[in-house]
């Protein structure tokens, strides 16, 4: 039987996704991580090694607690009985014909859960998926009958099983229209509680001859991988809740192959890639924990790069300057945010990149001819941009919910180089905007521009930087170093993420929910959005936002360069007692 590779791709995903649930034998008492099973070549990766554990971690932050809140039992129990009264009819269609309640399905996620894109030496591009199921053998034995049913009344495709190293596969091969995929054998097999799918039965193979996890040829021991997940490591040193890794080149390289007109392009890849600076872009990796000492969450990532970074990579280059939050940013802020960027340094590296495949000199005469033609102030892109600033920039936003509105507050600093140049470009910017107001700070000009929505932006330049805000008066105070009132810096809130910080970063984040959802949360539960769910849900049963903001506590995040590329950190913390 001959079909085209879409259609045998949507009967993998169709009909052997549901397979993906099954499995059998006994549970294995020496748990081995998927990647120490799975062979070198692998370019994509995700897992979530023991899901249960991360279930319950996930009940101990404070998104779980919130969501089984006794402050949400009401609204809780109306939605369950709302989706049991919708959906009644048709789970009951499901159980009938599964033979089982759709709880019980759950049980099969009794560890990790794998999904990966391999290609191991001297093998095709494959996949290979991990489902951990444990002892539940009556519930795979159900899934899987009806699996190889549906398969063959849909497809035509007959089961074959082979036996190698003393284990079963089972396989559909299943021919295709691709050159070089004329035939895929779509193979799963069970082992020690594990159901295993891949995408040939050679790839099978190679992950049976690595079961027992003991082999140093296997994915576990990649240089990048195992750098990244030293770097990424948990708070305790425990197993992550979910990993994450990509070979972003590779992968990329890879999915081009599978597309026959692209090949004259792939060959072409490996003479780019110094050129554009790729070749030094080895991978990137997460890792991600739960209910882990004082955090709700902490999700750490890592760029593996290669140094020094050249190309386009170099046009990212962030510059370790940050150390902590402006005194004129105020405690109630939505978002508080800080990076230092290398300007004129990315121009450089743009200008490099382009000059490599134009020849020299031939970027900067693109650029001044487009001066010339786009402007008539005559701003260079360089001399009187790049060149001008310096990176550094620094603000907050705010969000205030008033009526149908929403009114937004917000400062922001960009560091100068040169502060004549610097207001070259604030004149060139409002030479042209609508209402415009001359003002004084400190000596200095400062302009007020009211837009044609009547909103207002301040703008000055003091102490080699240009300020904006939403308002004038705003605008004094972050000049003159004022919050306004209780400024973040100095709230507990802010000092309990600060003291996880490094002295020093390339960029700081820290972003509060409650200015953002407390009116419209109020909205919703006043009866002011029941148009849109036409009077479905009674939303007045929601507790007042005091009675959850609680559980709603800030996230931050950071990031630092490293010896091998970036480094970056997410995390929230739990609820104060």
Not at 211 to 227: H, L, N, P, V
């Amino acid at each position: 039987m001959r079909v085209s590779i879409q259609s045998a791709s949507m009967a993998i995903v169709c009909a052997l996704g549901l397979t993906a649930l099954l499995s059998a034998e006994l549970f294995a008492q020496d748990n081995v991580r998927s990647d120490h099973r799975l062979p070198p070549g692998v370019l994509l990766y995700g897992a979530t090694p023991d899901i249960p554990a991360t279930y319950e971690a996930f009940k101990n932050t404070s998104y779980g607690q919130l969501i089984n809140s006794p402050e949400l039992e009401e609204f809780r129990v109306q939605l369950l009985e709302k989706f049991q009264e919708e959906a009644s009819e048709g789970l009951e269609k499901i159980e009938s014909e599964l033979g089982m309640p759709l709880s019980d399905l759950a049980a099969l996620l009794a560890g990790d859960a794998t999904i990966s894109i391999v290609r191991p030496i001297g093998q095709p591009l494959g996949a290979v998926i991990f489902l951990e199921y444990g002892d539940h053998q009556d519930i795979v034995d159900r899934l899987i009958e009806l699996s190889d049913q549906g398969i063959n009344d849909e497809t035509g495709f007959e089961k074959q099983t082979e036996e190698y190293a003393e284990t079963k596969l089972n396989y559909y091969t299943i021919t295709t229209e691709h050159p070089d995929y004329s035939e895929i054998d779509i193979t799963y097999f069970m082992k020690d509680g594990q159901f295993v799918l891949t995408s040939s039965r050679s790839l099978a193979e190679s992950v049976l001859d690595l079961w027992d996890g003991k082999s140093d040829q296997t994915f576990a021991k990649d240089e990048f991988y195992s750098a990244i997940l030293k770097q990424c490591a948990t708070t305790d040193g425990s197993t992550p809740d979910t990993i994450w890794y990509v070979n972003p080149i590779g992968l990329t390289t890879a999915a081009l192959e599978l597309v026959p007109q692209a090949k004259p392009f792939v060959n072409l890849i490996p003479l780019y890639l110094p050129t554009l600076g790729l070749n030094r872009l080895k991978a990137s990796g997460s890792t991600m924990e739960l209910d882990a000492d004082e955090f709700n969450i902490v999700s750490k990532s890592m760029i593996y790069v290669d140094r020094p970074a050249s190309g386009i990579l170099r046009m990212f280059e962030l510059r370790e300057t940050i150390e902590g939050v402006p005194s004129w940013v105020p405690a109630d802020v939505t978002q508080f945010f800080a990076t230092d960027w290398n300007v004129s340094g990315a121009y450089e590296a743009l200008e490099a990149v382009v000059d490599g495949f134009m020849g020299p000199g031939a970027f900067d005469r693109q650029v001044t001819d487009l001066t010339r033609q786009a402007n008539q102030d005559n701003l260079h892109l360089k001399r009187d941009i790049a060149d001008v600033l310096s990176g550094k920039l620094q603000g907050y936003y705010k969000q205030k919910f008033e009526d149908a509105d929403v009114d937004v507050q917000f400062a922001i600093s960009i560091g100068v180089t040169d502060e004549d140049k610097a207001w070259k470009l604030i004149e060139a910017a409002v030479e042209s905007a609508g209402e415009v107001q001359e003002h004084d700070i400190r000596g200095n000009r400062a302009y007020s521009v009211i837009t044609p929505d009547d909103a207002e932006i301040a703008i000055t330049i003091q102490d080699g930087q240009i300020f904006l805000a939403s308002k004038m008066d705003r605008l004094w105070e972050v000049v003159e170093g004022k919050a306004g009132g209780d400024a973040l810096k100095d709230s507990a809130e802010f000092k309990r993420g600060q003291k996880h910080f490094p002295a020093k970063v390339s960029m700081l984040s820290f972003q509060s929910p409650k200015s953002t959802l407390r009116d419209p949360y109020e909205k919703l539960r006043l009866g002011e959005y029941d148009a849109a769910t036409e009077g479905e849900f009674d939303f007045s049963v929601l507790p007042p936002f005091e009675k959850i903001e609680k559980y709603l506590t800030p996230t931050f995040s950071y990031l630092q360069p490293i010896e091998k590329g970036a480094y970056s950190v997410q995390f929230g913390l739990k609820p104060t007692k």
